[in-house]
Every structure is written in structure tokens, then in C-alpha cells.
């Protein structure tokens, strides 16, 4: 690996941390809770394991998480984010692989053990308490069975407080299959933001969102499950920008996302069964494109769901949501921040940077220097940069080759290449047939069958002139 390759996944693995910090502490650090609640949730916070972005589980002191809120309150999230040069592991990795091993290889050995046989054999070895952190995160410690977990109902207090995502796939339209993201807000079951397209990708869940958040507001929480496209850096750093605590759940435990799955089966009742891509279902509405769909779904939400008593609430989801507001609305300029995307490149020495094939020129004085170009996935002909935050001025693109972000596919495919009408192989079919055509045919000529010859040729075997 190169050294500009490691600088790059160093400064990536920073960011990660960043996001898992701010995950933890986004809830506690509201100015709304008291000082006694905010303890409360950080010794809450302080006593679970945690999985950290390297998918080690870990767990965070109290001074730890209280430092990392006075850190954001200061300076944001990019407060959180570590020195590149300290988000990487300082014990080398081949050295934790080996005391993995030897505890794999005999469980009854302490760390104090292994750590005597790693002094043995290496000649050093990280400390007896470094050795037992890693050990837990592993799970390579003996303790009692757990217990079963228990799931207390939970609904959240007020609108807004969380809306829960989730993706449904839907009917084939066009040839093609659709696919539903959705978002609903827990305490009213409300239908805040949907929308189908036709990829299950960050762009068609940013389609989504980004109306919702507009039209319904910037809720406390968004709580996801672990899909590629809710695990998108993209999500993290929106999030991140507008303050909303992003909460995935674990995997293999889908406990809490019950109430969205119940919508999707409502959809599925309600909606889905009358509805239909293909040209041979009676008693279904054929829809002809993906807009056809999206207003159709729309009509029945705001028309039907919306307005139908909820079984569990007694209210109608719209008039249950609606009793919390008014909500404020984020801004168009700071929707539109949150909505772009982000990535870090290195200037050259010439003053340029790359970006998925396409080269732009950059203020000399960066060169050298890592920044953030920042852009809207759809146009990569007008790219921001930034320096630590701060812009430095747009870069001006040199050799563009590509003009949108190879993830922000279109909706809709190209259409066909028109036909030219012309058949290659009958031209040549025609040509042949025209050169036979021209031939002289000898036979013929003589008027004597297939072995007549030619007046006055001699025959091959008498030697003798034919007569004429």
C-alpha cells in the first residue's frame, strides 16, 4: 500500500470513528435533558457493549463520553473526529492474531498467561489489560450463559421523535422490478416519507427522506436496519448535519422494527393487491411507469391510510402526528448541505485532484494538502472544496469524463438506439446473388448439355480438334 493509499484509510477510519462517537452521545447530549437525566444515560450508555466501526465490541467510560460532549458542543462534529494519525490500532495487528490463537487454542489460558509465552516467543507483548479488552470484544471470555432478552413495549412520546425506515419490494413495472422506501413516525404510525424507484440504493433512499424531512421535519432519531443502503456513508453524514440520531438495529435482532413492518403488510392489503405491471391480471389497475406509481401510492396514503383509525393508537396516524406541531422545518440551504456528498482527496503537486476519472485544478496553495470536495452526486461538473471545513473555493474541472457519481444511476433507463433498417447480411446475400448472376455459363452456350465443349477445342484424351 501506498503511502498516499494509507493516509487515505487512515483519514477514513477517522471519520468512522467520528460517526460511532457522535451515534453514542447524540441522545445524551441534548440541551432538553436535565443534568441528572443526561447521567442517567451516560451511565446507561457507559454500561453496554458497543460495536465500534471495526465491528470489535467495546465499551466507553463515563469521562470518555462525557469529554466527547464537551467536544461536540465546542466544535461540532468534526470535533469527534480523531487525528488521523490515532485512528489506527497502535499494538500490531499480527501480534493480537497471535494471542487470538493461543487462546483459541486453550481456552483456560489468562491474558496473563498468554502474555508470558507472547514475551516468550517476541520478545514483547502489549499488557496484560490490552490483551483482556480484546479478548471480550472477541467474546473468547467464559461466563455464565445469558439470559433470554426481554422486550418491553416501547412507543415513542411525541411526533417526531423517531421515525423508523425501512425498504419493501413491490410489483414489476415496466419489466422492471420497484422497490418502496418508506418512513414512519413511531408515536403516530404515520406515513411521513415513501417513495418507489427503482433500485434499493442510497440515491432512491435519499429520494425518500429528503421530501420528508422538508415537508414534516427534522425528527430527534431515524432508527434502520443494516442494509447496504442505510449503512451508507452518505446517511451517516447527513444525519450528522442535521443533528438526528441514527440508530441501526443489531444484527440478527429485528425487535423494534415491528411497527413498520405491520405498515408494509397494510401496503401489501390495501394497495399492492390492487395493483399490477403485467398486462393478464384481471381485477388490478395496470400502471405504466414508475410516476404512474408513485401517484397512485401517494393518493392512497393521504386519502386512506392517513385517515383510517389505527387499531393500536384509536387514532387516525395524520391527526395522531399532527397534535405535536407545529414542527420547525430546516432550511433549503442547510437540506441542501446535508444532502451532498463528501470525499477526501490528496492535491497533487500540480495543484489538481481526481475524482472518479474526472481531473480538476485546484487553488495551488493546497497542494499537498488533503481536502473534501463536496457535490451533488447527480453533477460532477461543480465540485466544492474544503479545507478541514473551511471552503477553499471551487474546483474547476480540467477532464471530465464522468458527470454524475457512478452510484447515482438513473431512474429510468436509456432508450433504445434507434433502428437504422439496415440488414447487413441480406446485402450481402443480395451482392452474391448479383455476382452469380453476371457469370458466363459456358454450357450454355454450346447448347449441348452439361458435357458439351466448345467448337474447336481440343478433346483432352483424343487429342483431336472438336467439330464446329
Known amino acids: 500500500m501506498s503511502a498516499e493509499d494509507e493516509q487515505k484509510t487512515r483519514a477514513e477510519r477517522a471519520r468512522a470513528i467520528g460517526l460511532f462517537r457522535y451515534q453514542l452521545i447524540r441522545e445524551a447530549a441534548d440541551q432538553q435533558h436535565s443534568t441528572k437525566e443526561r447521567g442517567r444515560m451516560i451511565r446507561a450508555i457507559a454500561e453496554t457493549e458497543h460495536t465500534d466501526p471495526f465491528g470489535r465490541r467495546v465499551r466507553v467510560s463515563r469521562q470518555t463520553l ?32 497471535l494471542a487470538v490463537a ?38 473468547l471470555t467464559r461466563s455464565a450463559a445469558a439470559m433470554p432478552s426481554v422486550f418491553g413495549r416501547f412507543e415513542a412520546e411525541r411526533p417526531n421523535e423517531l421515525w423508523t425506515g425501512d425498504a419493501l419490494h413491490g410489483p414489476h413495472v415496466g419489466g ?54 442505510f449503512v451508507d456513508a452518505w446517511l451517516l453524514r447527513a444525519c450528522a448535519k442535521l443533528g438526528i440520531r441514527l440508530t441501526h438495529s443489531s ?41 404512474e406509481l408513485n401517484r397512485l401510492f ?23 402526528w399532527q397534535t405535536g406541531g407545529p414542527f420547525q422545518l430546516p432550511a433549503p440551504a442547510v ?18 485532484v481526481s475524482l472518479h476519472s474526472n481531473i480538476y485544478q485546484v487553488d495551488p496553495i493546497l497542494a499537498g494538502r488533503k481536502v473534501e470536495l463536496v457535490f451533488d452526486p ?22 471530465v469524463g464522468r458527470h454524475a457519481h457512478p452510484k447515482a444511476r438513473p431512474e429510468t433507463p436509456p432508450p ?47 487429342g483431336e480438334e472438336t467439330a464446329r
Open 66 to 97: 462525557d469529554r466527547w460532549i464537551r467536544d461536540w458542543r465546542a466544535g461540532g462534529f468534526d470535533a469527534l473526529v480523531p487525528s488521523p494519525r490515532q485512528a489506527t490500532a497502535r499494538t500490531p495487528v499480527e501480534v493480537m492474531e
Open 102 to 139: 493461543l487462546r483459541r487454542e486453550n481456552p483456560d489460558r489468562t491474558a496473563a498467561g498468554i502474555r508470558r509465552i507472547l514475551r516468550a516467543q517476541l520478545g514483547w507483548s502489549p499488557d496484560e489489560r490490552t490483551l483482556q479488552r480484546h479478548f471480550t470484544r472477541l467474546g
Open 176 to 229: 422492471r422490478k420497484t422497490y418502496l422506501f418508506a418512513f414512519i413516525d413511531d408515536h403516530s404510525r404515520a406515513l411521513v416519507g415513501y417513495r418507489f424507484g427503482y433500485a434499493e440504493d442510497t440515491v432512491r433512499l435519499a429520494a425518500a427522506l429528503r421530501p420528508a424531512l422538508a415537508s414534516r421535519g427534522v425528527p430527534a432519531g431515524i432508527y434502520v436496519d443494516n442494509g447496504s443502503a
Open 251 to 291: 444484527p440478527g435482532r429485528p425487535q423494534g422494527r415491528g411497527k413498520i413492518e405491520r405498515v408494509f403488510r397494510t401496503v401489501r392489503d390495501q394497495f399492492l393487491v390492487e395493483i399490477t405491471g403485467e398486462a393478464d391480471q384481471p381485477g388490478r389497475h395496470r400502471v405504466s411507469d414508475l410516476l
Open 298 to 320: 401517494a393518493a392512497w396514503v393521504e386519502t386512506s391510510y392517513h385517515h383510517a383509525v389505527h387499531s393500536e393508537t384509536g387514532q387516525p396516524p395524520l391527526h395522531r
Open 335 to 352: 437540506l441542501t448541505e446535508a444532502f451532498l456528498w463528501e470525499e477526501r482527496r490528496t492535491v497533487t503537486k500540480t495543484a489538481t
Open 378 to 399: 447527480f453533477d460532477l461538473t461543480a465540485v466544492e472544496v474544503r479545507l478541514d471545513g473551511i471552503p477553499r473555493g471551487t474546483a474547476v474541472p480540467h477532464r
Open 416 to 462: 433504445p438506439p434507434v433502428s437504422t433498417g439496415i440488414n447487413y447480411a441480406r446485402l450481402l446475400d443480395e451482392a452474391h446473388q448479383g455476382e452469380l448472376a453476371q457469370r458466363v455459363n459456358y454450357a450454355a452456350l454450346a447448347g449441348r448439355g452439361d458435357n458439351a465443349e466448345i467448337p474447336g477445342q481440343l478433346d483432352l484424351l483424343t
